[in-house]
């Protein structure tokens, strides 16, 4: 865990979901592997010519420094962010790979008394409330951001912009925490907010003590 310029009173905190408030490997390339075979099948290329092209423009974004989401990648095939949304609620279904999570729940439990807790994903609304319902944690994300909220995936602005909208919060009072600095940390820090970057739910477990520990909280 690595925290980057925490404010000095935090009032919410912004998660990012996949592999941040759960650690599923499977579940994580399940979602990249069944939205690849799906869209082999739309344009008639095999599953492995899919991978091949979407692997290739990936590592042209990577040689220049800069590394492209799954989302912003399907974009450059010229598939809308509409279309990936609709494709990803027909298509994932986090229940089959996610269970309740006690530790989580006690830990946001706790958070929830002092901050806004919200969500900001690449995944539609929909498959955030399935991801979040799976892991027993709904109750506690009141704000959900997702790709069909704003119809433009992080690393972007808008979702953090309206996501301290929804929590009537400066972003200087906000923190966001995710697995990716390019993708949940650069940018909200850009605007103002704090960041936290984690290896997946076991440094969320720590953040209660991190975090209200310092005091730094506002409601």
Not at 88 to 114: C, M, Q, V, Y
Request: a neutral charge.
């Amino acid at each position: 865990m690595k925290m980057f310029r925490l404010p000095e009173k935090i009032k919410a905190l912004a998660f990012d979901m996949d592999l941040t408030l759960y650690t599923n490997p499977e579940y994580a390339q399940y979602q990249t592997d069944s939205l690849i075979e799906k869209l082999a099948r739309l344009r008639n290329l095999s599953f492995d010519e899919m991978k091949r092209d979407i692997e290739d423009t990936r590592k042209k974004y990577e040689s220049k420094g800069k590394t492209l989401s799954f989302s912003k990648t399907l974009n450059s095939f010229g598939i809308s962010t509409k279309e990936i949304a609709a494709l990803r609620n027909e298509i994932l279904e986090p229940e089959r790979f996610i269970k309740e999570d006690f530790e989580l729940k006690k830990t946001l439990w706790k958070l929830a008394e002092n901050y806004y807790l919200g969500l900001v994903t690449n995944n539609p609304v929909l498959v955030a409330i399935k991801t979040i319902a799976a892991l027993g944690v709904a109750e506690h994300f009141p704000i959900i951001v997702g790709l069909d909220t704003c119809m433009t995936p992080k690393p972007h602005k808008k979702p953090y912009m309206k996501f301290v909208e929804l929590s009537a919060c400066a972003a200087e009072e906000c923190v966001s925490i995710g697995d990716r600095y390019d993708v949940d940390l650069d940018v909200p820090i850009k605007m103002g907010m704090g960041g936290i970057l984690v290896d997946g739910v076991e440094d969320v477990y720590k953040l209660q003590d991190i975090l209200l520990k310092g005091g730094n909280y506002g409601l």
